[in-house]
C-alpha cells in the first residue's frame, strides 16, 4: 500500500491552512517556501526547523499565522512527526532566500529534495529538505483531473471543496457518478493536459 510519507503529509496539513484562510474559495496561492532545516550548526538529530513563506501570510500578525500553522500541523500529524519539528518561522515571500530555493527547485519534481544548507548561506555540511507542491496551486473548479490518492486513483472534473472536521473534502465529477476524497489523502493532482501525458 501507498503511504504519505512525513513531507507529503506536512505540505497537506500546510495547504489546508492557506485554504481555510481563503474560505475555500478557488484559486489559491500555495507556499513559495517550504523547508525543513536542522535546527543549529551544532545540533545533530531528527529535529528540524519548519521554514515557510507564503503570499498570504503578508500583513497578518505573526503570532496569529504561527497559532494557525500549529493548530493545522497538530490536527493531522502524529505526536511523534509533531515532535520532529523543533520550531516554525515564517519569513516574507520577498526575501533573497524565498527566491534562490524556488529557483533552485524550478525544474524539480514534485516532493522533496535534499540540498547542502549552503543554499540558504549555510557554511556546515548539514543538508536542508526543500519541499515542492503544486497540488494547491493547480486546484480550480470545473478543471478535469487525474486525482492519486493513496489507494487509488481516478479521473474526474472537481465540483467543489469545503471543510471537513480538521480536513477538506473535494467532490469530483467521474465517469461513474460523484466522487469524493479528502485534501489530505492527496498524493498527487494532475491537471487534464498533464493526466494524458
Partial sequence: MVTLDFSQKVVRRLELYLLELAAYQLPVAGYDLILLLPVAPDFWNDQRTLLVSAPAFVGKPLLEVLGGLIGTL???????EYLTIYNIDVIDPAEA???RVQQYLKKRDEGETEASVSLIGGTTNQTLTAIKSTVLE???REQPYRVELLEATFDGRLVSIGPQGNDAVLVFDTETGPRNC???ELV???SASHATR
Avoid at 497538530?74 to 511523534?80: F, L
Fill in 74 to 80: 497538530r490536527g493531522g500529524i502524529s505526536d511523534e
Fill in 97 to 99: 532566500v524565498v527566491q
Fill in 138 to 140: 493547480e486546484l480550480a
Fill in 182 to 184: 479528502l485534501f489530505s
Fill in 188 to 190: 498527487q493532482l494532475h
